[in-house]
Each structure stands twice: as structure tokens, then as C-alpha cells.
């Protein structure tokens, strides 16, 4: 049986959709200010062609555009963003698991806050990753990390045990199939 295409089966812009899903948590956008936002990305980004290719052909690991999007709405909303992670300061998966809690808390995504960040998903450990996606955090509940995703593919990792991903590539093996980024992950609020 035919499935239809999804966001993201086509395009790569999953980055610039978690930062939109985010903006939606924080600030409540609505669809018309998602797209005009989309919009002046993809116009801003067809005016520098080399970098445009490199989004549409996914040679980037989009950490500089998702800061450049974030950057450009910091000057038009009310919004306080927070890196916490560097790559020379990568957390292991309890201070990873730590800083997300205590960012969103438990509950519901009622919080005006959220945390932005890349994952990759592998089929084998020695292989290369089969996905590679950015995604929105809403809430932890217990040891579970609800995503805030634009996937609608029935195989989209919605939400994330903490037993069940690494941070770094290297840990990757057969029960931990998922690594997290660290250093990409961007956590977000409304300030108070």
C-alpha cells in the first residue's frame, strides 16, 4: 500500500521545524507566523546559494543555521536562549537526562520552555547513522522525554528513555542504538 510523502521524507529541514515547534512551546506561534518565519529562512538562505546546497543536500550539521535562526528571532520576540553544552564540555547521559529535567520539568509543555537538539539513529552500531534529526523537547515525565516532533512517519521517535540513548558516537552499541548530541542541543524559554 502507498504511504503519502511526510515533512522531512523529502526535504531536510527538520532543524528549521524544531526551531518553529519550539517557538510554537515558548511563544504560542500560530501557522501564518510559522510560515512567514519558514519563508524569510528559505529566502535568506537562497540568497547565499553555496549555503542553501549545503542545507538541501544535508552537507551541515545545521547547528549554524538553527543559531542563526534563533539569533534573528531573539530581535523580534522575547526569547532567552541558553547553550549549555560544548564539545568540550559533553555531559554524560545522567547530566544530559539532569539539565533537560530541570530545564522543563515534569509535566505537560505548559511551561513556555523548550530544549532543541540533534539525534542520530542507527540500525547497527558499526554502521553509518540511518537518521540524522533535529527535534523539540517539550516535557520529562519520569524517564521519559516527550518530543515535540514534525514527523508523521509511524516509525518517528516521539519520545526518549533515558535508558536508552548515548551521548557520544563512540557508545554507541547494540542497546543504544540512539545518540543524542549534546553540544547541539539549544534550551529555550520565554523569559520571565
Known amino acids: 500500500m502507498l504511504k503519502p ?3 522531512g521524507k523529502l526535504d531536510a529541514f527538520c532543524a528549521i521545524y524544531a526551531v518553529l515547534n519550539a517557538l510554537r512551546l515558548t511563544h504560542g506561534i500560530r501557522t501564518k507566523r510559522a510560515r512567514d518565519i519558514l ?3 528559505l529566502v535568506a538562505l537562497a540568497s547565499r546559494p553555496e549555503e542553501f546546497r549545503k542545507v538541501v543536500t544535508q552537507e ?3 547547528v549554524n543555521l538553527v543559531d542563526a535562526i534563533l539569533a534573528v528571532q531573539c530581535h523580534s520576540m522575547p526569547l532567552e536562549v541558553s ?3 560544548t564539545i568540550g564540555n559533553l555531559p554524560d547521559v545522567p547530566v544530559f537526562w ?3 529535567q530541570q530545564w522543563l520539568g515534569d509535566g505537560g509543555g505548559d511551561a513556555k520552555k523548550a530544549i532543541i537538539f540533534r539525534f542520530q539513529r542507527f540500525l547497527k552500531p558499526d554502521a553509518d547513522a540511518l537518521n540524522k534529526h533535529w527535534t523539540t523537547a517539550d516535557y520529562v515525565r519520569g524517564d521519559i522525554l516527550h518530543l515535540f ?3 508523521h512517519e509511524a516509525e518517528a521517535i516521539l ?3 533515558m535508558s536508552s540513548f548515548v551521548t557520544t558516537r563512540e557508545k554507541v552499541d547494540k542497546e543504544h542504538l540512539l545518540y543524542i548530541q549534546p553540544e547541539t542541543a539549544r534550551f529555550l524559554r520565554l523569559p520571565f
Request: hydrophobic share 30%; charged share 25%; net charge negative.
Open 5 to 7: 510523502f511526510y515533512q
Open 39 to 41: 519563508n524569510d529562512i
Open 98 to 100: 539532569d539539565a533537560c
Open 149 to 151: 516532533d514534525c514527523s
Open 83 to 85: 547553550v549549555p553544552f
Open 60 to 62: 551541515t550539521d545545521y
Open 159 to 161: 519520545n526518549i528513555r
